[in-house]
């Protein structure tokens, strides 16, 4: 079984702006659900990108960015280019920027990466940061014990029923996307949380399989940190929160890495919560 721990620094009354953190590298976010109904969570997600995320070197973007992409040709929807453009001016602004897709915006694709000025990545996907090697990963590929989610998560991902679907007129997608977003919830009232959440196999394999001991991931909305131990020694997982700002309370949050190779969550206000 996992071991959950979360050191906060935020209950000694230690906050940290990220602007005390020595030399950012990296900064790693995921579940902002952005729709236009959702005003103020759009909005808290570009002052993240003016005021926070333009002091990294990299920003990666891990997945359900969007409440749903129906292609990139909605591009043009002006709620959707200003998100877009708000990306690529922290790119052309000298933050590289990088793009794992959810299970709510995989349709996101070429045009899209142009527009928005940044790489599109395979999930998962490893990298050498700040001296340690990650794993990054939206985290839906590890809830194998949602058989009808993997079940459907194959089907969209298959390329043959993406040029379908994509074949479409807009219109129909986005009516299609409606019916299965309802669907959807109507379905998760009837699952239990261990169901939603990742399979303690699959992230066992997915360390094996990159030959990582730190994972990065979001998905579940279950912000914790989660150490292992196994034959090969100590592994441990980072789940991300998502970001919910149009209610009460408010919710949201990123997690940076500095040059000094330590993790720290910080919340959707940019106040520290946690060394890692």
């Known amino acids: 079984m996992p071991q959950h721990s979360t050191r906060h620094a935020a209950a000694s009354g230690n906050i940290t702006q990220p602007d005390a953190i020595p030399d ?48 990139d040709d909605d591009l043009e929807t002006p709620f959707n280019r200003s998100i877009a453009d708000a990306i690529a001016a922290l790119s052309k602004a000298g933050v590289e920027v990088f793009w794992i897709a959810g299970n709510r915006d995989f349709l996101v694709s070429n045009e899209f990466a142009r ?45 043959v029923w993406q040029n379908t679907f994509l074949a479409l007129p807009l219109a129909q997608r986005k009516a299609i996307i409606e019916g299965l977003r309802q669907g959807s919830q109507a379905a998760q009232k ?57 209610t009460v309370p408010a919710r949201g949050g990123w997690i940076a890495l500095g040059k000094d190779g330590v993790l720290r969550r910080f919340d959707y206000q940019g106040q520290l919560l946690a060394d890692l």
């Not at 579940?31 to 333009?54: C, E, I, K, R, Y």
């Not at 949602?146 to 079940?151: G, K, Q």
Request: net charge negative; hydrophobic share 45%.
């Open 190 to 246: 009837q699952k239990s949380s261990e169901i939603m959440d990742v399979n303690p196999q699959a992230i066992a394999q997915l360390f094996a399989d990159t030959g990582s001991a730190l994972l990065i991931h979001g998905h579940t909305h279950r912000p914790a940190r989660h150490v292992y131990q196994d034959a090969t020694g100590v592994k441990v997982r980072y789940v991300l929160p998502d970001w919910e700002i149009d």
């Open 115 to 159: 527009a928005a000025g940044l790489t599109l990545l395979n999930d998962p996907h490893v990298v050498m940061l700040a001296g340690q090697r990650l794993t990054l990963a939206h985290g839906d590929a590890q809830c194998t014990d949602d058989t009808d989610y993997m079940a459907f998560r194959a089907q969209v991902r298959n390329p």
């Open 24 to 71: 950012p590298v990296a900064f790693f976010i995921s579940d902002l659900h952005l729709q236009a109904s959702l005003p103020l969570t759009a909005q808290a997600f570009l002052n993240f990108l003016a005021q926070h995320a333009l002091r990294a070197q990299q920003l990666y973007l891990l997945g359900d960015i969007f409440e749903y992409w129906a292609g």
